[in-house]
């Protein structure tokens, strides 16, 4: 058994409920069920299948939940009380980068070629390309409507910074908020013109033939946190060496999703009914470098897409200082947080470097630098375990 067993005190608990969305980027949570990382640092954790954030949040904030995956910016607005009660959320590790998508409806995409009379469209698509269709809707007394995941998420800023950059103004375009797994029912059924969401419901509207992936997120804020661990502060104090172990199991995991033939495997297993329930097709591209576009068009090669680790670093996986207050400028700029709110300190107190690193500090115990050798070598146990698409 792991040196984690020493290390716990008597109030710790190895239990832990830990939530995770049915999500492409989900992977670093399930890779370390699946592969026994959990295990191997003495934990028994329980994956918990949430369907919306406000739930996620809710769940975690009432205890339902020790822990959860959680988007970037969601333990901020924890913390002020942005969505209810302020309730204390810290984030000591970055799970993941980059990530998100644009999708726009066949029917916007058909109108904006046929207003600019091109065959196809230059990628990354402008938001400009809407300015014409948006003056449309105006004669006619509607608006184009786009919908992202959550108020409070990384898709909410990248889709505003999408129309901002090319002179779109936000008031022109109607913002609603639906969970993930919603999106494509609602493009398809033309609830909405288009979306701003994480893997695989993206290419799951090109697959489905239903919607063309005009921009990532790498695009718009390349490399910046999209998935962080979360859980209340009260929680970590009362299970310090519980919350490093969690935190070391699940660095072996990004780790190891670092190798593109081990993310090949990761979409396998999130393709079971148990996570995602999905097929591979669906699940795969993004994992491996590549950005389905249209359903009649080459995927766009994109190796940075998704991120979990870079090798022997901790690069992605550190919760930086500099990452959180540029989220907090995101708040900030579009109103999220009141300009006169005191926020000098907070990203200290939510953004837990110290934490992290602590993981790492005792000289018997991996370090990013060399867990990843540990991940690498579960290979073996792979290959003599029969995958179950």
Same mark, same amino acid.
């Given at each position: ?26 992977? !670093?949570?399930? %890779? ?56 204390? %959320? ?41 300015? !014409? ?91 910046? !946190? ?10 970590? %104090? ?104 005191? %926020? ?46």
């Amino acid at each position: 058994m792991s040196q984690i067993h020493t290390q716990l005190s008597g109030s710790e608990s190895r239990d832990i409920a830990l939530g995770f969305m049915p999500l492409t980027d989900c992977a !670093p949570l399930v %890779v370390a069920h699946e592969l026994g990382f959990f295990e191997g640092q003495g934990l028994n954790v329980t994956l918990k299948k949430q369907y919306s954030w406000a739930t996620m949040r809710d769940k975690l904030h009432a205890g339902v939940l020790d822990a959860a995956q959680f988007l970037a910016p969601m333990p901020i607005a924890s913390t002020l009380g942005l969505s209810g009660p302020a309730v204390n %959320v810290i984030a000591p590790m970055v799970l993941s980068q980059n990530g998100n998508g644009i999708t726009l409806s066949m029917a916007l995409y058909e109108e904006i070629k046929f207003i600019h009379q091109r065959l196809f469209v230059d990628l990354p698509i402008s938001a400009a390309l809407l300015k !014409p269709v948006i003056e449309a809707r105006k004669q006619s007394g509607t608006k184009l409507r786009f919908a992202t995941v959550y108020p409070h998420s990384c898709h909410y800023y990248q889709l505003l910074t999408w129309f901002e950059q090319n002179g779109v103004n936000k008031g022109d375009v109607d913002i609603v908020i639906i969970p993930p797994a919603s999106m494509v029912e609602a493009l398809q059924s033309d609830d909405i013109d288009g979306f701003c969401v994480g893997g695989p419901w993206n290419a799951k509207a090109v697959r489905d033939g239903v919607g063309v992936t005009g921009a990532t997120s790498c695009d718009i804020w390349p490399d910046m !946190p999209e998935k962080v661990l979360a859980m209340k502060h009260s929680w970590q %104090v009362q299970n310090p060496a519980t919350t490093k172990a969690l935190i070391r199991a699940l660095q072996q995991a990004c780790d190891w999703l670092a190798t593109v033939a081990n993310r090949f495997e990761a979409a396998r297993i999130l393709s079971r009914h148990t996570y995602l329930d999905l097929h591979l097709s669906v699940i795969a591209p993004s994992l491996i470098g590549s950005c389905l576009v249209h359903h009649q068009l080459s995927p766009r090669h994109m190796p940075s897409y998704n991120r979990f680790a870079v090798d022997g670093s901790d690069t992605i996986n550190k919760p930086e200082l500099f990452h959180g207050e540029w989220l907090l400028s995101q708040m900030l700029k579009y109103q999220h947080i009141p300009e006169n709110s005191k %926020v000098e300190q907070l990203m200290s107190q939510v953004f837990r470097q110290d934490i992290y690193q602590g993981a790492f500090t005792d000289s018997n115990i991996a370090t990013p630098s060399n867990v990843a050798r540990l991940a690498t070598a579960t290979k073996a146990s792979l290959k003599s375990t029969k995958m179950v698409p």
